[in-house]
């Protein structure tokens, strides 16, 4: 009897534990940081600025115009891709597939896929590639615009994209970033690979519980 | 000694049988082991590791009928691309699949894996197969 005391008191204690664990996660946040001293009612405090995803505008597959203020109050991923691209998009949309799924219900999230072809895709191109792939609503958004546009935003989330090469194909990272409500990076993730997928979708909940972005409009 | 001779001379042709089924068999794992090396190295990333396809967009390699059905004509379709509409499990798909840069005997390799794998059952595509089939390509 004395031994089973001594065991349920274990369990409890590693429940516990287990259980401060998962409420005080947080994401790490990525790219470049600097510290900024402001005087604050006459005090003297450092702060640090996190790097953010700046301004942008592009167009969804609806023909709808999207800036960075469609995505305030949003936690959403990113990619990069082409509707034509025969090598690792296929990979990464099918992995994909389920984080939509996920979350589609969910009025604080987004996907942003934005093609790098924008000469082949354009919205109506982006529309049946939609449509075909089964995602309705405005929870996916596939962005149509203008190349520079796109390769410039491209290395805001430290996404490497090239312009056609020899063979004429386009290369470029499969990665998935995941930005917060403050527009910072908080996770990147290969899209081709579907364990680091199910890990950017364990993340998304962290981040989705973390206290600012519950508190961030 | 007539028992005897009758009784050896049915146990070579047994032996002589069930080598030529180990050369078909042979023949086959070989082929099916290489075309799913062509497989995950040319068809996965579009296809799926389950030959299961994406969506809408790009078909499934689970329809036993249409593969059946085409036998002779999936080596051009391999060689040469595919383009238009197609139907396979009753639903319409009309994106293009580039043209394999595939040697014939890579091709034969692919089929043979394709055609033997995700639920399909249609034996070896040998390499001289492929050539008649690609002899006849529109």
Not at chain 1, 3 to 18: D, E, F, V
Request: glycine fraction near 6%.
């Amino acid at each position: 009897m004395k031994n089973t005391g001594y065991i349920i008191a274990l369990i409890l204690l590693g429940c516990g534990c287990k259980f401060n664990d998962s409420t005080t996660k947080t994401l790490p946040i990525y790219g470049n940081k600097e510290p900024v001293t402001k005087t604050v009612n006459g005090k003297q405090v450092t702060d640090t600025v996190y790097q953010t995803i700046p301004a942008f505008k592009f167009v969804n597959q609806y023909g709808d115009t999207i800036t960075e203020k469609s995505l305030d109050g949003k936690i959403y991923v990113a990619d990069f891709f082409f509707t034509t691209c025969p090598t690792i998009c296929p990979v990464m949309h099918r992995n994909m597939l389920p984080v939509y799924n996920e979350f589609k219900n969910n009025p604080d999230f987004r996907i942003l896929s934005h093609s790098i072809d924008p000469k082949y895709d354009t919205v109506p191109v982006l529309k049946k590639y939609a449509d075909k792939m089964g995602i309705a609503g405005n929870t996916w958004w596939l962005l149509h615009g203008n190349k520079d546009a796109t390769y410039t935003i491209a290395k805001s989330y430290l996404v490497a994209v090239q312009e056609k090469n020899a063979q004429e194909n386009y290369t470029h990272d499969g990665f998935f970033i995941l930005i917060d409500k403050q527009k910072r990076i908080r996770g990147t993730y290969q899209g081709t690979d579907p364990a680091e997928v199910e890990k950017m979708t364990a993340d998304i909940k962290i981040l989705m519980a973390e206290p600012d972005q519950k508190a961030a409009k | 000694m007539k028992i005897w001779l009758i009784v050896s001379a049915f146990v070579a042709m047994l032996v002589i049988a069930s080598s030529c089924q180990n050369e078909g068999q042979i023949e086959f794992n070989r082929f099916y082991s290489n075309g799913s090396v062509v497989y995950q190295a040319h068809c996965q990333n579009c296809h799926g590791a389950k030959g299961e396809g994406l969506q809408g967009l790009i078909p499934s390699l689970i329809d036993s009928i249409y593969l059946k059905n085409n036998k002779n004509t999936l080596a051009c379709q391999l060689n040469n691309g595919l383009k238009g509409k197609i139907m396979i499990l009753n639903k319409e798909f009309e994106g293009e699949m580039p043209a394999s840069k595939l040697s014939p005997l890579e091709i034969a390799q692919v089929l043979t894996y394709v055609t033997n794998s995700f639920g399909n059952k249609l034996g070896t595509i040998n390499t001289d197969q492929v050539n008649a089939d690609l002899a006849k390509c529109k």
